[in-house]
């Protein structure tokens, strides 16, 4: 059976940026969040191009996505600051093919009053270290706009790098609109082969 990736994990803190006094705890999402992380993604959903969705999921469906990375055994974070939670990242499978699992996808959404200080690099620090400790090997962004530069520049901060851009695969606002695909390898990357007899990640 795999080990529950949520159990024993130590909560890891960071001041936001412009804020010296105020400290960001990344840790664990529960059940409990999931108010404040659909609103944070319904706030994304109906006013900006990062998600192609047009009409913001309900609690129930945010909890099946939820509970379905927990199944998975892979990592769902949030950042809290004052009781609040300032932003939320996961992972999920890249692509649900057996040849894709050393490869996850990651997603980042941050309160607009967070941006650009430190809770979505603070999300991502852990959310790598956590893929990695996994066993994965690729972490892959599809970043909905290409003009959406605070999503890319965070990635770069991160060692993603550029790997594509499909031009017009969406149509949202009245607007034709990009997808964005950037990679970086994470633990050995592609330097080494797996174990043939390998278990999946995580497990």
């Not at 990344?26 to 999931?34: F, G, M, Y």
């Not at 109906?46 to 055994?73: H, K």
């Not at 790098?161 to 499909?166: I, N, Y």
Request: hydrophobic share 30%.
């Amino acid at each position: 059976m795999p080990s529950n990736l949520f159990t024993n994990q130590t909560p890891e803190s960071c001041n936001m940026t412009g804020s010296p006094n105020t400290s960001v705890l990344v840790r664990d999402a529960t059940s409990d969040d999931i108010v404040q992380i659909q609103k944070i993604y319904a706030h994304h959903v109906l006013n900006g191009l990062g998600s192609f969705e047009q009409v913001p999921p309900d609690i129930t469906e945010m909890t099946r996505r939820y509970q379905t990375i927990r199944d998975s055994n892979l990592p769902f974070l949030v950042a809290e600051s004052e009781n609040r939670i300032m932003g939320y990242a996961y992972a999920g499978p890249y692509r649900p093919r057996p040849a894709y699992r050393f490869s996850l996808e990651n997603s980042v959404y941050v309160t607009p009053e967070a941006v650009g200080r430190g809770v979505g690099s603070a999300l991502m620090n852990t959310l790598i270290q956590r893929c990695t400790a996994l066993g994965y090997r690729q972490l892959v962004a599809v970043i909905g706009d290409s003009g959406n530069q605070s999503s890319i520049r965070l990635h770069e901060k991160h060692g993603f790098r550029h790997a594509g851009q499909l031009k017009s695969v969406g149509f949202k606002f009245g607007r034709w609109i990009d997808s964005v695909i950037m990679q970086r390898g994470i633990g050995e990357g592609d330097g080494t082969n797996p174990d043939q007899a390998e278990t999946p990640p995580g497990d």
